[in-house]
């Protein structure tokens, strides 16, 4: 039973998290934009530093150990980040003073690549990501079902975001918005690969799951500090300062209800 939880949050964090954004991104609700960061990044840090990382601990003992994977995790995705940097030849952070999303940095991407090696470009490396985020919803399942779900909506509501970025880039170059659409679910796809890839290592090898979960809140904690929060960091109006902090606070308190409800206390 336990690999059709997995199969169900793989898809529901790589493919459905597409479907929303393509309503977010040219729907009424795309203005909601700056709101949907500020919630992501509450539920991102709540989930790593509420469940997964005290579930780690409870598995494993030796803490020094644990924290120092922790900190070699954010190093990692710390130098990831730099590599893809590099790569592109543009700084992640430009134009973000006039969007408050991914959309504009993956349009500012765009706008210095041909239109198919752009969206291909964003295609692949979707899908590496996709990839990533599959064994660890996986991991999370596997140490508990409740853990497995909530890491599945930290992983969508950051992703909903993300993807409307990449659809926008994508559309430029299909035929039209289902094209895109379907191109970024294939690639959104491979979180199934990754989930089923990691659940059978597991089987395996299951002393490697704390460290696992580890990684998983390290991924988490950058994301939320590196690329969501910078983004917010914007001079803004009092009304506007207390309501991105209010749907900061609406993404930790739900993951925390959520978690405390499930596990009964």
């Known amino acids: 039973m336990l690999w059709v939880w997995?199969?169900?949050?793989?898809?529901?964090?790589?493919?459905?998290?597409?479907?929303?954004?393509?309503?977010?991104a040219w729907g009424v609700m795309a203005r909601f934009n700056r709101d949907m960061l500020s919630f992501a990044a509450g539920t991102l840090l709540a989930t790593a530093f509420l469940n997964l990382l005290p579930e780690a601990l409870e598995m494993q003992s030796h803490v020094e150990d644990l924290?120092?994977?922790?900190l070699g995790g954010l190093v990692v995705f710390f130098l990831l980040d730099k590599v893809q940097l590099y790569h592109h030849g543009h700084e992640h952070g430009h134009g973000q003073d006039n969007d408050p999303g991914h959309a504009h940095h993956h349009l500012h991407h765009h706008a210095h690549h041909h239109e198919g090696k752009?969206?291909?470009?964003?295609?692949?490396?979707?899908?590496?990501h996709a990839?990533?985020?599959?064994?660890?919803?996986?991991?999370?399942?596997?140490?508990?079902?409740?853990?497995g779900w909530l890491t599945t909506l930290a992983v969508m509501v950051h992703e909903i975001p993300h993807h409307m970025g990449d659809l926008a880039v994508v559309?430029?170059?299909?035929?039209?918005v289902r094209s895109a659409v379907f191109k970024v679910s294939l690639a959104g796809g491979s979180t199934l690969l990754g989930a089923w890839l990691a659940y059978g290592l597991l089987l395996r090898f299951d002393e490697v799951l704390p460290h696992l979960l580890v990684l998983a809140a390290s991924s988490?904690?950058?994301?939320?500090?590196?690329d969501l929060i910078p983004q917010l960091?914007?001079?803004l109006s009092l009304k506007?300062?207390?309501?991105?902090?209010?749907?900061?606070?609406?993404?930790?308190?739900?993951?925390?209800?959520?978690a405390s409800l499930a596990h009964g206390h």
């Open 220 to 226: 988490f904690i950058y994301v939320a500090l590196a």
């Open 233 to 235: 960091q914007r001079q």
């Open 67 to 70: 924290m120092a994977w922790l």
């Open 131 to 147: 990839f990533g985020d599959g064994a660890l919803i996986a991991s999370a399942f596997v140490a508990d079902t409740t853990l």
């Open 171 to 176: 559309r430029q170059a299909s035929r039209s």
């Open 118 to 128: 752009g969206s291909w470009a964003v295609l692949f490396g979707d899908g590496l």
């Open 240 to 258: 506007q300062t207390a309501q991105q902090v209010a749907w900061l606070g609406f993404g930790v308190a739900l993951i925390a209800v959520a």
């Open 6 to 24: 997995i199969t169900l949050g793989a898809l529901c964090a790589g493919v459905l998290s597409v479907w929303l954004a393509a309503g977010l």
